[in-house]
């Protein structure tokens, strides 16, 4: 297994939830900050949904507090939230624009994403939501380029991405080696607090902790204590 590039300097992390990157992907977040790279993260709902007995009223903002803790944690002080409505995301031109658009404004070189597929492993289905941005971040790395598929669009087009990286659990196809950072991963999926004390009694620091375990495994023939995986697509090569 290879290496991610990190011959970059800006990426864009594109997701449906609050909590999605810090149950995956902010250990290699936190490494990427350290090595001095501009992360920001684009996040498609509110997590609204996410709490049992919690009005989606209330949770809304309390999901988007916990959202820019977790990203400080990391490195990551841009944090937007695009107001679609958490478990009813759908895949379409719409949301293919909304994301060309964001891409378009950060201008990335490097995208990174959720599992787009329709399962985690067999037997195990991925979310909706997940599914739908998922796909639509990959498509719309494309769109970003492309002047005329939504010329309703006021910013130039970018057609700067070099790759996108869905952090997975299978296909994956490189790793990045987070064993000096999944200290901080843990700290980050712990800002999810009030998420995380409705969804178990167990200890907030022990939930994330076991996540974040679970998320940074060591990888078959990537040389490193902790990695976590991402299958790779590569644009305009
Ligand atoms: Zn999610």
Not at 25 to 44: F, M, N, P, S
Not at 70 to 89: N, Q
Request: proline fraction near 6%; glycine fraction near 8%.
């Amino acid at each position: 297994m290879e290496p991610i590039p990190e011959d970059w300097q800006r990426g864009l992390v594109i997701v449906a939830h609050p909590d999605d990157i810090e149950y995956g992907a902010a250990a290699a977040v936190a490494r990427w900050t350290d090595q001095g790279k501009d992360i920001r993260y684009v996040l498609v709902t509110s997590g609204e949904a996410g709490i049992a007995g919690l009005h989606p009223r209330q949770c809304g903002a309390l999901r988007e507090d916990e959202e820019r803790r977790s990203a400080a944690v990391v490195g990551v002080t841009t944090v937007e939230f695009l107001g679609y409505p958490d478990g009813r995301i759908e895949y379409g031109p719409q949301l293919r624009m909304d994301l060309a658009r964001v891409i378009r404004q950060h201008r990335p070189e490097m995208v990174v994403t959720a599992n787009h597929r329709e399962t985690w492993v067999p037997g195990f289905l991925n979310s909706a939501d997940h599914r739908a941005v998922g796909l639509a971040a990959l498509d719309a790395v494309a769109d970003a380029a492309n002047e005329w598929i939504f010329p309703e669009l006021t910013e130039p087009p970018w057609a700067g991405v070099r790759w996108a990286a869905v952090n997975a659990m299978l296909g994956i196809t490189h790793a990045v080696d987070v064993t000096a950072t999944v200290e901080r991963a843990v700290e980050s999926l712990c800002e999810h607090r009030a998420y995380l004390e409705a969804l178990s009694d167990e200890p907030v620091l022990d939930q994330a902790a076991r996540q974040i375990e679970m998320s940074t495994g060591p990888k078959p023939g990537f040389d490193a204590e902790r990695a976590v995986g991402f299958e790779l697509y590569v644009y305009g090569g």
